[in-house]
């Protein structure tokens, strides 16, 4: 895909720390200087505040929120995931868009972003909702060959990337709650939703939508009031949504490296380490039926191992199941020392 002249001018801009001049811009991108001017009105109008002045040139002060494509591939630095942006101010489902431009000659790793979901999706056909221009909702195309019981792992390394990317950016410890959520202080930030086609037994492409609350109110919906939370709740402040976006980009890309080149026992442990059931009592239901248990541990698939009353491992995959968990003081120590001693859960 070619980039953008406009995109090409915010990135060295962005590059730089001082003044660009506009025959070194006209320069360095090969372009004519004439068309230099425009590009930088038009950056204006969007909001952002460039400094200009005779003899010295342009500098780039700040960039709006806004997630157009230029300001979400300036200073990107992945090598796969954001390659191809396609930025819609409003759309029914970035999942649903998503799968229909997968399998139609787009590089993998492509970025799917609106500002508003009209019919936001999340698992078991539930509803995500989000107000305009205040969260981040983005699916992101995978077309590498995955064997189908990789898949479910692209669900744990989305979560991963969020929690990475929340620890480094603001401090905050988020946590894996599997199959899909993420979660801060015991409400949910954050969802994904992994689609797949499959072909003969082949993986055709991977969509993993990511649904990150930023700047709604935790009110936005009365009856997630206490279930949801944002990152302008626990950080007290509205947070700019490209740089977040960037980070969590970047984190994926690293990941889903990682996740090609074969690594596993790492990733495992990495997603273990940031998940919040390991150890606890949780609830399963499926299909009308449920199951209670001590959630042991997730296996090299993402699949998870149930220690039922009766001493049982039952492996219990992702697919349609719901979990609850039924309280939050159990350590996994003692799921250990359970598991050990080969009793029985009451
Ligand atoms: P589980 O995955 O174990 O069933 P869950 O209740 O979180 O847990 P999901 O299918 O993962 O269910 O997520 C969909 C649910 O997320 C919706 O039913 C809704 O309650 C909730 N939800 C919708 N929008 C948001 C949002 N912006 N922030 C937090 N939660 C939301
Ligand atoms: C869940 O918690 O059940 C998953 C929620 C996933 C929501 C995101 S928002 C962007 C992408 N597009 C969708 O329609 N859903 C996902």
Redesign the pocket.
């Known amino acids: 895909m070619r980039e953008e002249i406009g995109s090409k001018i915010l990135k060295l801009l962005a590059s730089s720390s001082g003044f660009l001049s506009g025959p070194t811009i006209a320069r360095k991108l090969k372009i004519s200087r004439a068309a230099i001017p425009k590009r930088i009105k038009g950056f204006r109008t969007l909001g952002c505040k460039i400094d200009s002045c005779a003899g010295q040139g342009y500098r780039l002060i700040s960039v709006p929120d806004k997630l157009l494509p230029p300001f979400i591939t300036m200073g990107l630095k992945t090598t796969i995931i954001g390659r191809q942006v396609f930025f819609y101010p409003k759309i029914?489902?970035?999942?649903?868009q998503?799968k229909a431009i997968a399998g139609q000659g787009i590089h993998d790793g492509a970025l799917v972003i609106?500002d508003y979901?009209t019919?936001?999706?999340?698992?078991?056909k539930?509803q995500?909702v989000?107000p305009p221009q205040k969260?981040?909702?983005?699916?992101v195309v995978f077309c590498s060959l995955v064997a189908p019981s990789k898949v479910f792992q692209m669900t744990l390394f989305a979560s991963l990337a969020i929690c990475k990317s929340l620890n480094a950016l603001f401090k905050i410890k988020a946590g894996i709650k599997w199959p899909?959520?993420v979660y801060v202080n015991n409400r949910?930030i954050?969802?994904?939703?992994t689609d797949v086609a499959t072909d003969q037994k082949r993986v055709k492409w991977v969509v993993v939508?990511?649904?990150?609350n930023v700047n709604a109110a935790p009110s936005f919906e009365p009856e997630l009031g206490s279930l949801a939370t944002s990152l302008k709740r626990e950080t007290g402040r509205a947070q700019k949504r490209p740089p977040i976006l960037k980070r969590i980009l970047e984190e994926m890309d690293c990941l889903y490296k990682r996740f090609l080149s074969g690594e596993i026992t790492n990733l495992r442990d990495e997603w273990l380490s940031y998940s919040i059931i390991l150890g606890k009592k949780v609830t399963i239901f499926s299909d009308g039926l449920q199951e209670t248990g001590i959630a042991e541990t997730i296996d090299e698939d993402g699949v998870l191992i149930l220690l039922t009353p009766d001493g049982e491992r039952k492996k219990i995959v992702a697919g349609d199941v719901s979990l609850r968990i039924q309280e939050t003081g159990v350590r996994r120590q003692k799921s250990e020392e359970r598991n050990h001693n080969e009793s029985s859960l009451s």
Not at 190 to 193: D, E, K, M, S
């Open positions: 029914d489902s970035t999942n649903s998503a609106t979901q019919q936001g999706q999340g698992r078991l539930r995500w989000s969260n981040l909702l983005l699916s899909n959520d949910k954050c969802g994904v939703l939508g990511i649904g990150l």
